[in-house]
């Protein structure tokens, strides 16, 4: 089992940046790949951006290419979400989820069956 615990939403003004934390434990959690997902009220939840098992690559939706970075200490106890030129069109629940095991050390993934453990969320709301 792996634990995944999320941390750091708040309210946050528009153009504003905000970092996300997800505390990793358990057994062989450094061997996972991570995901970030997020979910606006009445909508499905969409993929975010991910970091390969190995940490040396990651991959971006369209929508926060250029403005989120997500990386991992070197224990791969934490991953983060730096989030940067934020828009009211990022409120939503933050997930990071834990997975890829059944892909290449630096392969990543957007889709969600790619991932076998999820958090719990937090929430993060953007005012204009």
């Known amino acids: 089992q792996v634990q995944l615990v999320e941390s750091g939403g708040r309210l946050v003004q528009a153009g504003g940046s905000l970092r996300l934390s997800c505390a990793v434990s358990g057994r062989t959690s450094s061997n996972y790949g991570m995901g970030w997902f997020r979910q606006a009220p009445g909508e499905e939840r969409e993929f975010v951006g991910c970091?390969?098992?190995?940490?040396?690559?990651?991959y971006y939706a369209d929508s926060v290419k250029g403005r989120f970075t997500i990386s991992r200490d070197n224990a791969k106890t934490t991953v983060y979400l730096q989030m940067n030129s934020l828009k009211p069109e990022d409120t939503a629940v933050y997930y990071c989820a834990a997975g890829l095991r059944g892909l290449g050390l630096a392969d990543v993934s957007a889709y969600e069956s790619a991932y076998d453990y999820w958090g719990q969320g937090t929430q993060v709301t953007v005012s204009s």
């Open positions: 970091i390969s098992r190995s940490g040396t690559n990651t």
